[in-house]
Structures are given as C-alpha cells and as structure tokens.
C-alpha cells in the first residue's frame, strides 16, 4: 500500500471510528483531507530528514499518525485508552512499525526521557493545549517544537512568555487561518526558578 492509499484508508477509518467514539468535529469530515490530514503534512517540510517525533496529547493521530505515513519515527503519547485504541488499529491496518502508541499522559511520560535517545527529536501537536501549560509538561525535555496553532497564538506566546524565554517563529498554514510555531531554546526567566 503506499502513501497515497494510506491516506485514504485512514479517512475510511476515521469515519467508520467518529460514529463511535469522538475523534474530530463531525463537520470537519465531510473535508479531513485538508482540514486534518494535508494540515499535518505540512509540518513535515520544516523537519529534517531522520527527524524523530513525539505528538503531545495525539487524539486522532493529527499530525503524528499523518507523518509516520510520511516516514517518520513517531511516538504518539494519548492518556484516553479509546483513542490510543484507535491510534493502535491505525499501527495495524496502515502498516506503521515506525508508529508508537504510548496511552499515558504527557506529564508523567516526558519525564521518563532519557536525553540520550531524543537526538534529533522534536515535540508536536495539534489542538492539544495553551503553549504555557505544553511548555510546563514538557520542559524537563529540552526539545524543540513545531507546533500546529490556531490563529490566536499571539496571546499564548504573550503568557508564555511570563514564565519562559524562548525563540519563536510563525509561519502561516498553507490550509486555514493559523500558524506553523516553531519554538526552541526554552528557558525559565532567571527571575522563576524551577
């Protein structure tokens, strides 16, 4: 099966799992092809070949599941044990053994990290939490993150940076009104200790 067929099992599926369990907005699937899947796959564009991700908080699989398709190494980290089955049959019937289905919560799992093995590995998600609080789950990590935002992101960035230095740039999204954020060099402000 190659990609293109990939993609359109994976809406077949997504479908036939909506009715049962919420993954997406119904609305939103009459189009999942731009409104999710080619959503997710721009992101790909900005991640070096051989690059390693972890989607936060995976839901449906946008974008990890979407970028395992493309061939990346991905960690899909999902606490709810319906989605992450969902995220499982996706593994199977896609044929995804560079797919990894992890149902924890994304707190408890980044600290189990260990350096060593996140070379070359960024943090990603999508409709999953304000910057702030990704930042604060994440942190102890150290990884860059390219991150599918909505176009209020200006005042995440705005409370985020209450708390947290870090580079920022925005690109806008080839499929709707938000924003690419690719955000690195995390730091506490001197003045917050952790």
Request: hydrophobic share 45%; with cysteine.
């Amino acid at each position: 099966m190659d990609s293109q067929e990939k993609f359109e099992k994976y809406e077949t599926l997504l479908r036939d799992w909506n009715a049962r369990i919420n993954l997406v907005g119904p609305s939103t699937l009459d189009d999942a092809r731009i409104r999710h899947i080619n959503d997710s796959k721009q992101l790909a564009k900005y991640l070096e070949p051989g690059t390693s991700v972890i989607d936060l908080g995976a839901g449906a699989g946008f974008p990890g599941v979407v970028l395992a398709i493309m061939g990346f190494d991905v960690i899909c980290v999902e606490s709810i044990a319906k989605k992450c089955a969902f995220l499982d049959e996706l593994k199977k019937e896609l044929d995804l053994p560079n797919l990894t289905v992890i149902n924890d919560r994304v707190e408890n799992f980044v600290p189990k990290l260990k350096p060593n093995a996140t070379q070359n590995t960024v943090f990603t998600a999508r409709a999953f939490a304000p910057l702030v609080k990704i930042f604060d789950m994440t942190f102890s990590a150290r990884l860059p993150y390219i991150l599918l935002k909505g176009e209020a992101i200006m005042p995440e960035i705005m409370i985020a940076r209450k708390k947290y230095e870090f580079d920022a740039k925005l690109i806008p999204s080839e499929t709707g009104p938000g924003f690419i954020a690719k955000i690195d060099n995390l730091r506490p402000l001197k003045n917050r200790p952790f």
